[in-house]
Antibody, heavy 118, light 110 residues
Framework: EVQLVESGGGLVKPGGSLRLSCAAS????????MNWVRQAPGKGLEWVSS????????YYADSVKGRFTISRDNAKNSLYLQMNSLRAEDTAVYYC???????????WGQGTLVTVSS | QSVLTQPPSVSAAPGQKVTISCSGS????????VSWYQQLPGTAPKLLIY???KRPSGIPDRFSGSKSGTSATLGITGLQTGDEADYYC???????????FGGGTQLTVL
């Protein structure tokens, strides 16, 4: 069974840092692009970042560019999101999702909540 | 303001059919595949449609997708109360080099 499990969320002060992880299982992780998508409380989905299977191509939403860094370790079947200079508007549930060739996301993890507040 | 435009809400009676529209531009829907997601309350999004009109294994054929020009449509027939959820369209925007989602549509089955 394909499974994605996020971890690392929590409460952090504005300006602080947090590193999210996504553990993948049930598929050949190194063959797929991976993505982070977030959802602020009561709001819609917002794409955050994507990384290709070999890390050759990386993309970021303008809202996080320069502050967030996506990375992956294919040997550990893991995806990461290093979040620095966090702001209140970064408060959201962060989902990890496997990428499809047509820019679709399947499946999604259960999400991890990041709260940025003093 | 989302790059892709969806109606905030739609409603229909059980057993009926509903369509949800997703409007974009030539840089996104017009030249890239569209996908659709269902998000039940308190759960993670689930892929319903990919590559404009394909259904993943396990998604019933009550759900369908289509695309014409710079717009896409999700259709749901034989509505059930369990279909009450938020629905999102998504695609890649070649000008932005970014993935984009619609603002979401809340479906109410009356």
């Amino acid at each position: 069974e394909v499974q994605l499990v996020e971890s690392g969320g929590g409460l952090v002060k504005p300006g602080g840092s947090l590193r999210l992880s996504c553990a993948a299982s049930g598929f050949t992780f190194s063959s797929y692009s991976m993505n982070w998508v977030r959802q602020a409380p009561g709001k819609g989905l917002e794409w955050v970042s994507s990384i290709s299977s070999s890390s050759s191509y990386i993309y970021y939403a303008d809202s996080v560019k320069g502050r967030f860094t996506i990375s992956r370790d294919n040997a550990k079947n893991s995806l990461y999101l290093q979040m620095n200079s966090l702001r209140a508007e970064d408060t959201a549930v962060y989902y990890c999702a496997r990428g499809g060739s047509g820019s679709y996301y399947f499946p999604w993890g259960q999400g991890t909540l990041v709260t940025v507040s003093s | 303001q989302s790059v892709l435009t969806q109606p905030p809400s739609v409603s229909a009676a059980p057993g009926q059919k509903v369509t949800i529209s997703c409007s974009g531009s030539s840089s996104n829907i017009g030249n890239n595949y569209v996908s659709w997601y269902q998000q039940l309350p308190g759960t993670a999004p689930k892929l319903l449609i990919y590559d404009n009109n394909k259904r993943p294994s396990g998604i019933p054929d009550r759900f369908s997708g289509s695309k014409s020009g710079t717009s896409a449509t999700l259709g749901i027939t034989g509505l059930q109360t369990g279909d009450e959820a938020d629905y999102y369209c998504g695609t890649w925007d070649s000008s932005l080099s970014a993935a984009v989602f619609g603002g979401g549509t809340q479906l109410t089955v009356l």
